[in-house]
């Protein structure tokens, strides 16, 4: 406990950084894995408009890029970290890797639950004269909510430990923190106090995308 | 084309492609449909009626023929013009096909909001069909907590958003139970009484054409065999699918040695013991080789197949006897 009041500004700055890392990178990751998996379900052969090459091409560059090891393809890719981001160490550059793994994982997320929307409703648009664009936004999209915020809270999570990860290479953040002290100086007591600020941040970021899943569906 | 025919099929054929086999759903189609008309399109599973119906709205595009839609040719239009035209042709579901996470009333403004209707319009246009569909106090529910036919209330209020000049019913019926399927089916006539909308029913069953419709198709193996009058081919049913349809599964397995006759309760008469009435006044005895009669409102609907006993005399005074009572009788002694 004295530990850590004594460390309690780097505890804080440590929470505060994994935050930003994982809430900025869930946002980016989103913005291209929402148009990227709405493209996966609509160039679909059973989609709303099959167009098979581009169906090929966006299915194997999710599958590519979700094969890689996040801890490698932190490595791997530290070139364009550094022309985007202009270094390579830093809660910033961190960012880059962590929307290119979780990016490919959003897109499949967003797929599986668009794909749960009952087939019947999406003629029922059709026969109505919807454009395709309609469908997507006001049928999609609106009857998947409640499965896209569960989504979100996998995806949300799932981000953060990859940025504990980030943290073994100089991004900041708790697993910084842990890795510093607790894997270099062998210093227990603040590797296990991170690790429980990073249980309790990963609990509350689950319960509330949970919560916000539950509140959204008119279902039941 | 006549001016009142509002849908005209001509030469429709579509197939399906299913692994590398092309099979056909619909072959050379012809149909047309009046105005006003609430027209039946009845057939066994796999018969292609849903194909058909979705051929009309075009949600299935016809390999060849055409589908004349109030004078225009559907299958000549852009998908943007189709789209357009689609707000002429509303459509119901046998699984109602609600938007779940939409209150009742934004699931009646949803066509309109597609249209492009503002949200005020479409409001008081959703709120005033609510009524018309007896729903007035379950705008703000969602669809999950509502019945199945109050579900369907609220699909063909949906599909009826853009007034519509048609309703297509795909099986609109078949998720509900008899009584609510009864509701739902007055329902129907009185929209169609009412505001003239020429309605399309498909079914497999018999009971729905015979509450509701005046014409009737009959489609067998991918093609229609007989259509008319739902009178006209109920009584006299020409194609062996419909009497098929009509006697049910099992009449082909009873022998009919001799002659036997089929008596329609059409609604016309009160739900009496017409049968025992009628062994008991004439005298004379009958085999009853099958029966399915219904008390609708303390009226008859069904029929009842017996045989006749040996005698021309005897027969004639039964079949005199129940021709009295206006029911409408048939001689069927050529189905077995």
Known sequence: MAEFIENI???????????YMTLLSTLIAYLIGLPLGILLIITDKNGLKPIKWLNVILNAIVNIFRSIPFLILLVWITPVTRAIVGKSYGTNAAIVPLVIAAAPFVARLIESSIKEVDSGVIEAAKSMGATHWQIVTKVLLSEAKPSLFIGSAIAV???????????FVGGGGLGDIATRFGYYRYNDTIMTISVILLVIVVQVLQEIGMLIAKKSDKRN | MSTNTIISIRGLTKTFLSNKNTVTALRNIDLDIKKGDIFGIIGVSGAGKSTLVRCINLLERPDSGSVIFDGRDLTKLSEKQMQQERRSIGMIFQQFNLLMQRQVWKNITFPLEIAGLSKDDAK????????????????NSYPSQLSGGQKQRVAIARALATNPKVLLCDEATSALDPGTTKEVLALLREINKTLGVT??????EMSVIEEV???????????????????DVFTHPKSEAAKKLFFGEGVKDKSFSKRCCRIVFDGSSSFDPVIADMILQTGEAVNIMFADTKNIDGKAYGQIIIQLPDGEIAQKKIISWLRDRNLSVEEVSDIG
């Open chain 1, 9 to 19: 500004d780097m505890f804080l700055k440590g929470t505060g950084e994994t935050l």
């Open chain 1, 157 to 167: 999570t799932t981000i953060l430990s990859y940025s504990a990860m980030a943290g």
């Open chain 2, 124 to 139: 008081s246009r959703a709120l005033k069909l609510l009524n018309t569909v007896g729903l007035s106090d379950k705008a």
């Open chain 2, 199 to 204: 309605i399309i029913i498909i079914t497999h």
């Open chain 2, 213 to 231: 419709c005046n014409k009737v198709a009959v489609i067998d193996k991918n093609n229609i065999v007989e259509c008319g009058n739902v009178s």
